[in-house]
């Protein structure tokens, strides 16, 4: 019986790394397969996560168990290959597996969180406050930096037609096509 699930494991290995490295090439020609191909599965819910930072918890997508399979299936190839024990071999293979899925997971997570920027959305925007970096004369476009986690600096144009002044402090009425629209406050 263990000699026959030795001769079968190099198989099961190879057909692990096969499908995770098809999936990720077609994923990458393909754009994924389906709207969003998140599984549902919280990492707030598995036990791994039990050392869990309070950060917000993230999907297991098929990219990080895609990435599972390949780290599966590429050190089980190399157990069998060196002729490793057959149980070291599966206890290797699972947890290069789970620690390859955990980085890419955290790789996935990471970009997310630059790619969303709750400050560049206009509806967050609105109403909050500028600076003038920029003296802007009457009916012109200038530039003002909103103060926030990051400082960004965006097109502004008053929304009175006066001029503003450098160092002014302005409320944002209105975003348009990426650009503020701006009314100085009373202060």
Known sequence: MVETLSN?????????????????????????????????VDSADLPIDALNTGEEAMGIGCNVIAAFCIGVGSMGLLGTAFQWNLLLTMLMSLLFGLLLGRVIQRGMRFVMRQQSNDLLTPQRLIGTTARITVNIPAERMGEAMVEG???????????????????????????????????????
Do not use: C, H, Q
């Open 149 to 187: 986690e990051e400082r960004i600096k965006y097109p502004a144009k008053n929304i009175v037609n006066e001029p503003l002044s450098k160092g002014d402090i302005v409320i944002i009425e209105e975003v348009r096509a990426g650009r503020l629209i701006v009314r100085k406050t009373n202060t």
């Open 8 to 40: 079968l494991m190099p198989w099961f290995f190879a057909a692990a790394l096969v499908a995770g490295i098809v999936y990720l090439v077609a994923s990458l020609f393909l754009g994924g397969f389906g709207a969003d191909a998140d599984l549902g």
